[in-house]
């Protein structure tokens, strides 16, 4: 399962597109138009967004409220929400207050997906494994000029070399998800 993907696919999004490690950009941006610019940027920005808290916080519990209460961008990503969706909004060129529930729309469908996925929402050890299983594929589709690492405080976000694809970048990152799933264990 590719969770970016399975998201832009239940949301009725057009298919969003890897970045070119070495351009940073999509290869084909004439081909995205309509809500897909905010998709190509929201999906994997709240998906990381939502990794990076559970890696500080492995404890997620409170995906599993049905309704939480206030805004899901808020809980995700605290007053950095609000960097976020400029951001998102100047990738997409739609406006901001559109942008945002567009967001919010994305935010609980990020929820629903990584709740379906996760047995037990409070063991430390699936939600690490979870995370780590899925963060570098969704680092493949993030464009940096979301500036993501920048907004969370995590600058290996924004680390190209998290998009190379090839038998040695693929078999490194592949040693990489071993050793962050295994880490707790």
């Not at 916080?57 to 808020?74: C, I, N």
Request: hydrophobic share 35%; net charge negative; glycine share 6%.
């Amino acid at each position: 399962m590719n969770i970016t993907e399975t998201i832009q696919k239940n949301l009725g999004f057009g298919k969003i597109q890897k970045i070119d490690p070495n351009s940073q950009k999509v290869s084909d941006r004439d081909t995205i138009h309509g809500s897909a610019p905010i998709a190509q940027a929201a999906i994997p920005s709240i998906i990381l967004g939502l990794f990076n808290r559970l890696e500080r916080e492995p404890d997620a519990s409170w995906l599993g409220v049905d309704q939480p209460t206030g805004s899901l961008l808020e809980k995700i990503f605290g007053d950095s929400h609000v960097v976020l969706v400029d951001q998102v909004a100047l990738y997409s060129r739609i406006p901001d207050a559109q942008v945002k529930q567009e967001m919010e729309h994305i935010a609980s469908e990020v929820v629903r997906v990584i709740r379906d996925n996760i047995d037990d929402l409070t063991d430390e050890d699936k939600i690490t494994a979870f995370v780590a299983k899925h963060k570098q594929d969704v680092l493949l589709y993030l464009p940096a000029s979301i500036k993501l690492g920048q907004i969370l405080g995590n600058n290996n976000l924004d680390d190209r070399t998290n998009k190379m694809e090839g038998p040695i970048s693929s078999l490194m990152h592949r040693m990489e998800k071993q050793f962050n799933s295994s880490e707790n264990n």
